[in-house]
């Protein structure tokens, strides 16, 4: 069964520092989702990741991904108030290939202070 | 605004009853999946659709039911209410439903069953 891990599930950040947040998965894939929800919202949909070594970013957000080691990590630089959310990994895993089927993970919950 | 439409936004009623949530994906897109968001649960694919047909399903228990319609609008049946079934439950879209298609999700439709 694959199993979706994001570490920590909680993180206060200071605004204007760094921070990297990471998804761990269980079984080979070459896609990854990232998605932001701000609470009782919708999923934002972030960033798609097709291979390895993928790096997209978007404003303060990098993401990338290492396939070989089963792990995409989240960047964040500079956090600001309006970065507060939870981030949400997803892989897209289906037996046949044809169909997309995506795991989340728990959520990683941000909190922005000054 | 992702543009996929649900309805209603929010629901409340009795065990054991039935109720309807609708959906309608973004224009264009022909995949349409389900997903069941609760807090001990967290964010689980309940079903897919691709144009008409179900495509993939998942934890999706014998009690729901789903259907994509010609128009590609989609309803996700739910009946014996349980009380565990109260979630947030999304209605997602994208353009084929194969791997790697960025997925669009709605702003979703709180059920409370009482």
């Known amino acids: 069964e694959l199993k979706v891990e994001q570490n920590p599930l909680f993180l206060s950040m200071q605004e204007g520092k760094n921070y990297t947040i990471y998804c761990n998965y269980s079984?080979?894939?070459?896609?990854l989702y990232w998605y932001r929800q701000d609470p009782g919202k919708s999923l934002e949909s972030l960033f798609v990741?097709?291979?390895?070594?993928a790096v997209k970013q978007e404003g303060r957000l990098m993401a990338s991904l290492d396939t070989k080691a089963r792990l995409s990590t989240l960047h964040i630089t500079a956090a600001v108030h309006d970065l507060s959310a939870t981030y949400f990994c997803?892989?897209?895993?289906?037996?046949?290939?044809?169909?997309?089927?995506?795991?989340f993970g728990k959520g990683i919950t941000l909190s922005v202070r000054p | 605004d992702s543009g996929v439409t649900q309805t209603p936004k929010h629901l409340i009623t009795a065990t054991g009853q039935r109720v309807t949530l609708r959906c309608s994906p973004r224009?264009?897109?022909?995949?349409v999946y389900w997903y069941q968001q609760s807090l001990d649960q967290g964010l689980q694919f309940l079903i897919q659709?691709?144009?008409?047909?179900?495509?993939a399903k998942g934890n999706i228990l014998e009690r729901f039911s789903a259907q994509q319609f010609p128009d590609l609008h989609s309803e996700l049946n739910l009946s014996s209410l349980e009380l565990g079934d109260s979630a947030l439950y999304f209605c997602?879209?994208?353009?084929?439903?194969?791997?790697?298609?960025?997925?669009?999700f709605g702003e979703g439709s709180w059920l409370t069953v009482v």
């Open positions: 997803a892989v897209d895993k289906d037996g046949t290939g044809a169909n997309s089927k995506l795991t």
């Open positions: 990741l097709l291979s390895n070594g």
């Open positions: 224009s264009g897109d022909l995949s």
């Open positions: 079984t080979t894939s070459d896609r």
């Open positions: 659709y691709y144009n008409g047909e179900e495509r």
């Open positions: 997602a879209s994208s353009v084929s439903g194969t791997q790697g298609n960025t997925i669009y």
